[in-house]
Nanobody
Framework: QVQLAESGGGSVQAGGALRLSCAAS?????MAWFRQAPGKEREGVAA?????????KIHYADAVKGRFTISQDKRTVYLEMNNLKPEDSAMYYC??????????????????????WGQGTQVTVHS
């Protein structure tokens, strides 16, 4: 059974930083971070695919480019978040999908392509 467990959320002041972690029960080459604020749809934040040859493709949402960094070390994927803004407040989820999906869909930020989801970790940014 695939399991994804997020950690690292918390409450910070605007301009602060947090590092989220997602530990997977196995190694996935296609992983992503999503977030969902109350009353809003879930949105993709960052996605990463590692090819069989070791090449890495990453896709960021425009709202987080230059502030967030997705990385992966074996079974754990990270989301480094800097210069946080109040609008970044949300429940953050990690997700895993098939490698072929990531290749064919260009490392998507759409939720429909991902098969496995964690329970989420809350991030709150105070102004």
């Amino acid at each position: 059974q695939v399991q994804l467990a997020e950690s690292g959320g918390g409450s910070v002041q605007a301009g602060g930083a947090l590092r989220l972690s997602c530990a997977a029960s196995t190694i996935y080459t296609c992983m992503a971070w999503f977030r969902q604020a109350p009353g809003k749809e879930r949105e993709g934040v960052a996605a990463r695919h590692t090819s069989a040859g070791g090449g890495v493709k990453i896709h960021y949402a425009d709202a987080v480019k230059g502030r967030f960094t997705i990385s992966q070390d074996k079974r754990t994927v990270y989301l480094e978040m800097n210069n946080l803004k109040p609008e970044d407040s949300a429940m953050y989820y990690c997700a895993a999908g098939g490698s072929s999906m990531c290749r064919s869909q260009g490392v998507p930020l759409g939720a429909s392509g991902y098969d496995y989801w964690g329970q989420g970790t809350q991030v709150t940014v105070h102004s």
